[in-house]
């Protein structure tokens, strides 16, 4: 092969070979906040060609044969063919065309890495053919190239070569391949300084900011950021939380499900058990009181489509945050009463009279997860 494109290690025994791509993305699986668009090239349209009988095929053979009779072929002698030298660069290798090349150390590569060393050493076709030349060539598929090569330079500590400063989308490319090689400890110092570089922060509502930095603090380890990042999707979440399309465990995903689920089941439930309780009479100071309030509550409820039927589980449409800032926003009915201590017109005001203290406080973030108790 030619000259490696990238050189990591001049003594490497080890070409990685990754494919050229367009666009080269970390992510094999598309983020759900940004859907595919259509195409909008037209494909062509060959019209359809009829094709010939047996019999037109049968008489067109019988005319060529009678237009152009066979002629016996006249011996000449026979010329050796002249075989020119080939320059190589006349003829492109494909296999140099499309992929880049970067030259590794395999020991480096083997200390770092669970998986290089299994392929390294572990009986798979790369290890016999480094076994038996001391070379291999190792193809990686769909990484960025950047974000391999950042990666590549902390493994062979080239600390002067390593950025200090990285994007949030490149932080994520980097942790989904430290990820998918296992390597992940052997750039831990580099992930801390990386980190506590970033400039952008995380979103207090949706945004394309914020599946990136639910995969960083899961894949990094990171308890604060992660706590804050699954509390803004739980809370924000207006279905079935899917993997935003990094390498996150089914069971995170299953545990931020279950949080939404049931922090809106209980505000649900919470609604439907205090219109029971002023249908009954045990809240409310009097029957005035509790069929005034049961009756604005009834009302409110069945504005925000919370009454009948009820919702239920995956609550889809039901945003956490927004449906908790509409039950805060119900409309308090307002009456006069009169009192045997105070025989004049006033304003009712006892404590069930307020939809504030019969809820009680509510607030509309979920809390985020605790990563320890994730991690197996």
Known sequence: ???PSHIIDPDGEVIILLRREPDSSLVPVQNPLEPTQPSTEEPGIQEPVEEPTVEELVQDSIEELVQDPIEEPTQEP???PIQEPVQESAVPDPLVENYFSIQVSAKHLILASPIFKKILTGGWKESITYLQKGTVEITAE???LE?????L???HCQHYQVPRKLTLEMLAKVAVIADYYDCKEAVYIWSTIWINALEEKIPKTYSEDLPQWLWVSWAFQLPDQFKESTSTVMSWSDGWINSPGFPIPAEVMEAMNISREDAITNLVTLLHDRREALLSGTRGCG???????YGALTKEMRSAELFLPRPEAPFPGLNYKDLVRKVQSFKIPRWDSRTLSYPYHSQHSCFDSSFKNLFGMLNDTIEGLDLHSLIP
């Open 78 to 80: 026979v010329q050796e």
């Open 153 to 155: 330079r902390a493994i």
């Open 147 to 151: 974000a391999l090569l950042i990666l």
């Open 287 to 293: 029957f005035e009181c509790s069929s005034i309030m």
């Open 142 to 144: 769909s990484w960025d």
């Open 1 to 3: 092969m030619d000259q």
